[in-house]
């Protein structure tokens, strides 16, 4: 039987299975919840399924030969079936890791070129949209002429990010959005995903930077090799010591798991025999 969909504005991701080139087991019955408003973090090393689990959402998927075995993607009441058009007018939309940016167009050309796939395609909309984002990154309108690809790195992030609002998203799915950056910057990407919350989107954070994916989300998941291994508010997390001594770079005392930390059934560290190698997987999984 399939689940129920997701309450209005919510994702709900549910036993969801996930191959590379019909070899390569990228996700393995993974689930996952953004409520409406919240922030959710997906943590884990490379090639544990982080990048994928965006694909799949965002219907990027078979772009990268990628497949979804089982399993079921809702947006509210829509189910989300690999298109990433259909994603789009249901109000989801990724910025990609890496900061793929237009580099030979102006700032005012990658915001223009985000509006393509809006869900209301009106004047009027176009510039709501472009004085939101230029409300939110003030350096976009002041470099509103300038090609993108002589913005520095987290000017580009910006511009990356902002692209996405122009398409009105209802959620945003961030792919390492602190790659590569100074730390002040992260701080500054940091405060700008807060208040596009704020403002009423929910985000879906795929990080490497624990600290700041866990300050920032309501809740997270930990994913390993493909598979959920831990869950539960991040506040929690944060305090326990397989977090602390994996992502946070910290050794705290033995028994100092939080209780309300969901450990998935199993090892989730257990490849099948048949299965690729760590490294044959992160060149997919991300």
Known sequence: MSPPPAQAGSL??????????????ALHGVSLTVPHGRIVAVLGSN?????TLLRAVSGTLALHRGTVDSGTIHFGDTRLTGDSAQSVAAGVVQVPEG???FGALSVEENLRAGFL???RRGAAERRAARERVFALFPVLAERRRQAAGLMSGGEQQMLAIGRALMAGPRLLLLD????????LMVQRIAGII???????????????NASMALELSDRASVLDVGQVRLEGASADLAGTDEVRRLYLGEVSDPGTEAEDVVPATGSARALSPT????TELSRWNG
């Open 47 to 51: 090639g544990a399924g982080k990048t």
């Open 275 to 278: 299965g690729p190698g760590l």
């Open 12 to 25: 709900s991701v549910s036993d969801l299975h996930v191959t590379y080139g019909r070899s390569v087991r």
């Open 194 to 208: 807060r208040e596009i919350n704020a403002q009423g989107t929910s985000v879906l954070l795929v990080e490497q």
């Open 99 to 101: 900061r793929r940016v």
């Open 117 to 119: 796939g809006a869900r």
């Open 176 to 183: 390492e959005p602190s790659l590569g950056l100074a730390p």
